[in-house]
């Protein structure tokens, strides 16, 4: 009979904690996602921490290789490479640039947290950085 209860105790525990680790892994799916107009060639948009963000058209709206230094709160902040054009200039004559991405107003969508607006811009006018790799969409 001790034989049975241990038996019983310790199935307890596996199924214990075989619902532990269901509930964390169905957690994360209440990350907020990032959403938006999603054009057909648009990237970042139904995802959590997305390592590229673009709108599509022009290089202006792409930034690549973000690193996300906060998520979940009020704003999501990230560093990332950015194509940057002063007033100035045409697309054409911009240049990679860090960027600071920012995503705020958190809300839902379908059901689901999400992220409903982004900007970035590029600390110091992009400027004096250095040569910085171009982004691509695929980064």
């Not at 199935?11 to 999603?38: C, D, Q, R």
């Not at 059901?111 to 790799?133: D, E, M, V």
């Amino acid at each position: 009979m001790l034989c049975v209860m241990k038996r019983l105790i310790a199935a307890l525990v596996v199924l214990t904690l075989a619902a532990g680790v269901a509930v964390a892994t169905a957690g994360s799916t209440s990350e907020p996602i990032l959403t938006g107009p999603n054009p057909f060639n648009a990237k970042g948009f139904g995802q959590v921490k997305p390592r590229t963000i673009f709108l599509g058209g022009d290089p202006t709206g792409l930034v690549c290789r973000i690193h996300w230094l906060s998520w979940g709160g009020e704003f999501a902040v990230g560093n990332g490479i950015g194509w940057y054009i002063n007033s100035h200039e045409s697309v054409a004559e911009g240049h990679a640039a860090p960027a600071v991405v920012v995503l705020y107003r958190l809300g839902t969508w379908e059901g689901r947290s999400a992220y409903k607006a982004w900007t970035w811009y590029y600390p110091g006018n992009g400027s004096g950085f250095g040569h910085i790799p171009r982004c691509s969409v695929g980064q």
